[in-house]
């Protein structure tokens, strides 16, 4: 876990993290001439995080809460235990809270491009995510705010993201952190930090398993985890680390997590997934080419302006090839 600090370290490091976000919203806010944020709130560990940085920042400038708007936008796969999540969380932390279900008119754009709504696709996906993202940003241009990303590092890397949906913002709090971290930030924020309900509601978003909102079904459980569909996060977070930050090549990067996970992922699987990695690591950089404005917080970041330059058509071919004969 190379992302995440040391026991004795975490308190401190985690409170840097929250000032590192909560600073850089502050100075985007002041530098905007604006007292009100937009951000969609699904009740995952992604958008509480944003929520609790937006919180953060306001109290620190001395703003009324209520400039924070949270929109939570039930669809086709929302499930009750996030739902549920986001509105008690955003009514205990005093913010505006925003309901748009936005499955009528996902279904009105689907059918107007002649999509079967049997076809639950990428177009399917897409579209619930794009439609959320428009939604997010008329209503900030409607209020006079920024809309603030919720995507954090993990899914920079792996382009686990709807270009032009949840990829875009006019502002990313969590663009520098890795999912790893994120649910130690959001535990911290739990047990240090809130109390009674809101730390109770924060305690299960870190036990909710990570899934994306378009591919839920709302019956009350998640049809379809991430890390089922991309891999364990605590793999491609080692991988991203040591390709970021010392540009290891592939075959020193499994040899170094076959060490590191030894007893809990065998090498085939190590294999699978690094493969998996390399892949969308470069098919998925034009994604991270137009990437919104966001805090650096570790060693590494993907920022186009900032520690990573790369071609969105490079090739993966050597990396991959190489992976393969591991």
């Not at 958008?47 to 209520?66: I, Q």
């Not at 939570?72 to 739902?83: A, E, H, L, N, V």
């Not at 390709?243 to 592939?250: A, D, E, K, N, T």
Request: net charge neutral; with cysteine; charged share 25%.
């Amino acid at each position: 876990m190379p992302f995440l600090p040391d026991d004795s370290d975490m308190d401190d490091t985690c409170e840097t993290i929250f000032g590192i976000q909560s600073m850089g919203l502050v100075k985007r806010m002041l530098h905007t001439q604006t007292q009100r944020v937009v951000l969609g709130v699904s009740g995952g560990l992604d958008s509480t995080l944003a929520l609790l940085a937006c919180v953060r920042a306001f109290d620190k400038l001395g703003y009324d809460r209520k400039g924070i708007v949270g929109v939570t936008m039930p669809g086709f796969g929302t499930t009750d235990r996030t739902y549920h999540n986001a509105l008690k969380l955003m009514a205990d932390l005093g913010v505006t809270v925003r309901e748009i279900n936005i499955a009528e008119s996902v279904v009105r754009h689907l059918e107007d491009i002649g999509h079967d709504m049997d076809k639950h696709d990428a177009t399917y996906e897409n579209a619930q995510a794009r439609e959320r993202t428009q939604i997010l940003m008329d209503l900030a241009n409607e209020l006079g705010g920024i809309v603030v990303g919720t995507g954090d590092l993990s899914e920079l890397a792996l382009g686990w993201a709807t270009y032009n949906g949840d990829h875009m913002s006019m502002y990313g709090v969590n663009a520098g952190i890795p999912k790893t971290l994120i649910r130690c930030l959001v535990g911290y924020a739990a047990e240090s930090w809130l109390q009674g309900d809101a730390a109770a509601i924060l305690r299960d978003v870190v036990d909710t398993p990570i899934s994306r909102v378009g591919a839920r079904r709302r019956e009350g459980h998640i049809r379809q985890k991430t890390e089922d569909l991309v891999g364990p996060y605590e793999l491609h977070d080692f991988f991203l680390f040591y390709v970021l930050r010392y540009g290891f090549s592939p075959r020193k990067i499994y040899m170094l997590a076959c060490n590191a996970f030894a007893g809990k992922h065998d090498s085939a699987t190590i294999k699978h997934w690094l493969t998996t990695f390399y892949r969308r690591f470069f098919s998925q950089q034009f994604k991270r080419s137009c990437l919104p404005d966001g805090p650096k917080v570790s060693s590494v970041s993907l920022s186009p302006r900032g520690d990573w330059r790369m071609p969105s058509d490079a090739v993966s071919a050597l990396w991959v090839k190489q992976c393969e004969s591991l």
